[in-house]
C-alpha cells in the first residue's frame, strides 16, 4: 500500500477525452492488482477498471470500449484514457493500489480528481 495522487480531470463537452493519472510514492512493481473507482453525486463508489501487474485488464460494462486502464511501472503511475465522454460518467474518480482479483478495494485513497461531463 502507498500513497496516491490522483489527477488529470477536468470539464469536458460530451464526446471528448480526458487522461487520469495516478502516482504513488512508492514502487508498483510488485502490487498484483490496482483499480480506478469512481463516485457520482449521491451514489456510492463503484469499480470502472483494474488492471493486474501482467497487465490483464477488466472493465464494467458502462465504460467498456471507451476507456483504456494502463500502468508504467517505471514510473509508478497509472492510468485511465477516457474517450467519448458522456454526462453519466460525471464523478470523483479514485485510484486504489490494493485491489482483490474480485474487484473489491482495501488499500487507502487518494483525494480523488473531479470529472465533469457537460451535454
Known amino acids: 500500500q502507498v500513497p496516491l495522487v490522483e489527477s488529470g480531470g477536468g470539464l469536458v463537452q460530451a464526446g471528448g477525452s480526458l487522461r487520469l493519472s495516478c502516482a504513488a510514492s512508492g514502487s508498483i512493481f510488485s502490487i498484483p492488482n490496482m483499480g480506478w473507482y469512481r463516485q457520482a453525486p449521491g451514489k456510492q463508489r463503484e469499480l470502472v477498471a483494474t488492471?493486474?501487474?501482467?497487465?490483464?485488464?477488466d472493465y464494467v460494462d458502462a465504460v467498456k470500449g471507451r476507456f483504456t486502464i494502463s500502468r508504467d511501472n517505471a514510473k509508478n503511475t497509472m492510468y485511465l484514457q477516457m474517450n467519448s465522454l458522456k454526462p453519466e460518467d460525471t464523478a470523483v474518480y479514485y485510484c486504489?493500489?490494493?485491489?482483490?482479483?474480485?474487484?473489491?478495494?482495501?488499500?487507502?485513497w487518494g483525494q480523488g480528481t473531479q470529472v465533469t461531463v457537460s451535454s
Open positions: 488492471i493486474t501487474r501482467r497487465g490483464t485488464t
Open positions: 486504489n493500489t490494493a485491489v482483490s482479483y474480485s474487484g473489491t478495494p482495501f488499500g487507502p
